[in-house]
């Protein structure tokens, strides 16, 4: 498949460049033409990722932040539009999973995905919107989660932070869209992605199995460039999730997550887990 040159010599800025979606946005920009700064928290896994994508290093920056720290975000957004003398696109990518049952998670736990998941993405727009109002362009993309329109048991925790995601997202989405920038959702479905072999804790665990129907990150990220290129609103991966959405919006998908429900709660109380 040729594909345009729309991204080429772009400003993109990827958090969670250094694994999962975000790497393989990170690749897909390069491999398109695109100025990529891979954001993240860990310097030694960021200088890990860009050397496996060592061909494109002239159009690589390697950036460290915690997006979970307003100032960093914030100046590293301002840094870089200052540097390249605009911004195109914001990918607010990080982000960690969150399963487990309602009644175990502490409110430290609630603290921390919401962090990551949801503060991380409003500390990103919050700093990039007054730069792509005053150039008149720009496109930001957030990362959702089918979770973020579907909401699966056991994640209570995970799907609030991504329907807040997209709700903000699509807001804007309308309330911009006079105003020259764009805004996209991503919403995965089962991804091939470290995320499935870690726990809440940051843990890994390789007994945990990746879902059978996972697709590979980098077939996503090129999907999803694709549909950011066209604009689109919510970008659902793999697309034909699409009916599973529509599904679960018209009731059709209740007695599907009950079970589901009740196989993992089954799960827990016999094996101390869902996986």
């Not at 694994?19 to 690749?27: D, K, P, R, T, V």
């Not at 200088?47 to 720290?69: C, P, S």
């Not at 994640?155 to 932070?161: E, G, I, W």
Request: proline fraction near 4%; hydrophobic fraction near 40%.
């Amino acid at each position: 498949m040729n594909k345009s040159d729309y991204y080429k010599d772009k400003i993109c800025i990827v958090t969670g460049a250094n694994s999962g979606i975000g790497y393989a946005l990170s690749e897909e920009l390069l491999e398109r033409g695109a100025i990529v700064y891979m954001v993240g928290r860990n310097p030694e896994k960021i200088k890990k990722a860009a050397e496996k994508l060592f061909k494109y290093k002239d159009r690589i920056q390697k950036v460290t932040v915690d997006v979970t720290i307003q100032e960093q975000v914030q100046k590293t957004i301002e840094d870089t539009a200052k540097e390249a003398g605009h911004l195109d696109f914001l990918f607010n990518n990080a982000g960690i999973g969150g399963t487990m049952p309602f009644e175990t998670a502490t409110l430290d736990d609630w603290k921390k995905i919401i962090d990551v998941n949801l503060w991380s993405v409003i500390y990103g727009v919050h700093a990039a919107v007054p730069i792509m109002l005053q150039q008149g362009s720009g496109h930001i993309i957030n990362t959702s989660s089918l979770a973020g329109i579907i909401a699966p048991p056991f994640q209570a925790l995970y799907s609030l932070t991504k329907y807040g995601v997209t709700g903000l997202t699509e807001s804007l989405r309308f309330e911009y869209a006079d105003k020259g920038i764009s805004f996209s959702t991503i919403c995965p479905g089962n991804i091939i992605t470290p995320i499935f072999k870690k726990s809440f804790d940051g843990a890994v665990h390789d007994e945990f199995d990746i879902p059978e129907d996972a697709i590979p990150a980098d077939l996503a990220a090129e999907f999803t460039l694709d549909q950011v290129e066209q604009k689109k609103g919510i970008i659902i991966v793999p697309e034909e999730l699409k009916k599973l959405w529509q599904g679960y919006v018209i009731g059709l998908m209740d007695d599907f997550f009950l079970n589901m429900a009740r196989e993992r709660r089954e799960s827990i109380e016999n094996k101390g887990t869902y996986i």
